[in-house]
Every structure is written in C-alpha cells, then in structure tokens.
C-alpha cells in the first residue's frame, strides 16, 4: 500500500551502516530539528506525531511540509496507539528511537494535567513496551528535563544532584520517565539514554516559550509580562540553541549504538545514561528582553510581576561535564547570535515587522 512505500521509502539508509531512526515527536520544535540533521547525514528516518493542538499546529503542519521536502515521512498517530507501534515495528527494523513527543510546558498542567499523564507516563509505557518485544531491539533516546532539578538550588545542576522535589507536573513526570526507563533497562535490556534539555531555543521554535511570544508581542506593539523571582532576583535560563541541542542527540544515538551493538554485534550489556544538555551561561530574563529588543530595532513594554507559583522554578544551568566527556558534546552557540538566527527566521517565516504593523 501507498502507506508502506512512504515509510520503506523514509526509512532508506544513505550511508552504509546508517541508522534506522523512529523519531517521536517529529513535526515538534526539535524533531523537526533533529529528523533533518539525520537525514541530512544519510540515516533512515521515520517520524510520528499526534499534531494536537496545545499551540498552533499550522506551525507543525509546516515543519511536516519541511520534512517532507527534505524525505522524511511523518505519520499521524499517537505513541499510546500500540497497534500503530507494533505495526511499524513489524515492517521496519528500527535501530534507534528518538523519542520527543510530550506534553511539554510547565504552567499549561495546571489547566490539563490529564494530558501529561497520557503523554510522558502512558505513552513512554506503551513506547517501551512496543520497543521490548520488537526484533531488533532499539537502542531509545529520549528527552528529559532540566526541570527535573526543580526545587534543588546548588547550581550548577549535575546528574548527580537531586531531584525529588519537582515544582510542576511537567517536571514530575519527566522525573517519573527516567525512573520507568531504567526499569525497562534493568528488567529487559534495553539501552536507554535520558536528555535533560535546558531551554531550548532556535528557529522554528515553539510560540509558548517566552522568547517566542516576547519577539510576536514586541513586533506587534504589545506589552510582554516579565516574571521577576523572589525577593526581587531576575529569573535566569540556561538558553541552549537548538543545534547545539541536535548534536548533542545525534552524539547520543551514536553512543548507544557503539555500546550495546544495536542493529550489530552485542557488546555487552545494554547501558542507561543521563546527560545534561545545556549551554552552561544562565542569562536573566531582562537581559533576554535586551538582545531581542537590539534584534527587533524596537523597545518591548514591560509589565514586571512577581512570579506565580505556577511551575516555573527561579533559575537554572546545566553542568555539563559528563556529556562533554562521554558524547563529546560542546555547545557553540551563544544566546546572543542564536537569537539573531530566531529573529531572522521569525521575520522570513511570519512575513512583517513592527513597521507594518
Ligand atoms: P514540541 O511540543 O514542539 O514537540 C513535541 C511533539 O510531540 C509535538 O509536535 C506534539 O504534537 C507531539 N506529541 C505530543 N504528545 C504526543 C503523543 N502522545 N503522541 C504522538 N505525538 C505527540 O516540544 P519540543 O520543544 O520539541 O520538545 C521535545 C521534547 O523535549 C519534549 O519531550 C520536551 O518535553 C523536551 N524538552 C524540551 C525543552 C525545550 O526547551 N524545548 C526543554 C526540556 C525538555
């Protein structure tokens, strides 16, 4: 049928001993990112995505179209759907699963908690369970959270610090994923490596991130809501740009591969890892304002509000030593010039500026 040949077609390695990738959350902010870099470099590549509407899924549907320019395939189906995963499962041998799709968001719990739990605990259940049984084996990269560290206040964050005090249910159910994983790793083998992402930002971003929606408010006149922290400390993220984001995945995929033999040769037991992927240069959020307003040419008007207690925890910066020893991985972009390349996508993409507004 029409749909196998899209996916036998997606899937095609253009590399000897490339990889076969099933990417979740393929039409996201960084699957769209991380589904073209693979393909770019001659892996096969096979995204699914659910398309919900938590923002504006004219922009999936637009990443969707720039993936299918470039050869990637994405199918509309949800990971809870286990007759969808075995399915695919059966006609594709997967050597990896980069698993993106999830509620993300950290204020949104709050209005639909239901959707976490359907995502980030169900659905990673049903991903693994389909991934236990399928032949071969694939090696799982994930997505966890910088969140994770939520109430923790030593910074630097590392791996070992602790994280049993989450301050949203975002962020508690990202730490629940890495717990389900490593049972999933101690009782059935698989090779699993967990990603706590800090902030990312970049081109083809998500519109629910603060500096996305402060460059559409900014350019269209209106006023942004900055948080300010306790005892009136400027909130501050560790921005991480989303290529640098990409390698560090791709660096990943690339390790669980050399240590478990997936699609290959065993050689030895499967392993489970969790890295931090940040940029290690916290910047507050004013100063965040001020490299957008110099980008833009134009001054945002601020309303500075204390934080509510809705999530969001006051800072964070990622230590990332360990990644940089065992993936290599060493972030290059600052965030003044990663916001330069998100303005200059935001303007090419949404076609005006503040002067035609
Ligand atoms: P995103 O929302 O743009 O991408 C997630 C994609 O998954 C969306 O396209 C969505 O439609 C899809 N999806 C959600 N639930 C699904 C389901 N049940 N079945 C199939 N598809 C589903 O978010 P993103 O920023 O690209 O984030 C990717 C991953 O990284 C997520 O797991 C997120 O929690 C994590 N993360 C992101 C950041 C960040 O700053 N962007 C930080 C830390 C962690």
């Known amino acids: 049928p029409q749909w196998e040949k899209k996916v ?3 899937c095609q390695a253009k590399r000897s001993g490339g990889m076969v990738v099933l990417v979740t959350g393929a039409s996201g902010f960084v699957g769209t990112h991380v589904s073209l870099a693979l393909k770019k470099r001659g892996d096969g590549v096979l995204g699914l995505d659910n398309f919900n509407d938590y923002y504006d899924t004219s922009l999936k ?12 395939f994405v199918i509309e189906g949800d990971i809870n759907d286990s007759k969808l995963l075995n399915k695919l499962f059966d006609v594709i041998p997967f050597t990896h699963i980069m698993h993106l799709a999830a509620q993300a968001g950290v204020r949104y719990a709050m209005e639909n908690p239901s959707s976490y739990v359907h995502s980030n605990i169900a659905g ?12 071969p084996q694939p090696a799982i990269v994930w997505a966890s959270s910088s969140s994770v560290y939520g109430l923790n206040d030593k910074v630097p964050f590392s791996e ?5 005090q989450p301050a949203s249910l975002y962020a508690a159910t990202k730490k629940a994923g890495e717990e389900i994983t490593h049972t999933y790793n101690h009782i059935y083998g698989l090779s699993i490596t967990g990603l706590r992402f800090f902030t990312v930002y970049g081109p083809w971003g998500r519109p629910d991130m603060a500096y996305f929606s402060f460059t559409r408010n900014i350019l269209q006149g209106k006023p942004i809501t900055v948080y300010r922290g306790h005892n009136r400390v400027d909130l501050a993220r560790d921005f991480t740009y989303i290529d640098d984001i990409v390698k560090g995945c791709i660096a990943s995929l690339d390790t669980a591969t050399k240590s478990t033999g997936s699609g290959g040769k065993k050689k030895g037991p499967a392993q489970f890892r969790i890295y931090n992927l940040g940029n290690t240069s916290p910047v507050t959020v004013p100063t965040l304002v001020n490299i957008l307003e110099r980008h833009l040419k134009v001054k945002a008007r601020k309303n500075i509000v204390d934080m509510p207690g809705n999530g969001d925890v006051p800072f964070t910066h990622a230590n990332i030593t360990l990644a940089k020893m065992e993936l290599g991985y060493k972030p290059t972009t600052d965030l003044q010039n990663g916001l330069k390349k998100f303005v200059k996508w935001y303007q090419n993409y949404y076609g005006y500026s503040y002067s035609k507004m």
């Not at 070992?160 to 049993?164: A, E, G, L, P, S």
């Open 8 to 10: 036998q077609h997606s």
């Open 61 to 72: 549907r637009a990443r969707e179209g720039l993936l299918k320019k470039h050869g990637v």
């Open 124 to 135: 990673l259940v049903n991903l693994l369970e389909a991934c236990k049984t399928a032949n």
């Open 160 to 164: 070992i610090d602790r994280t049993d």
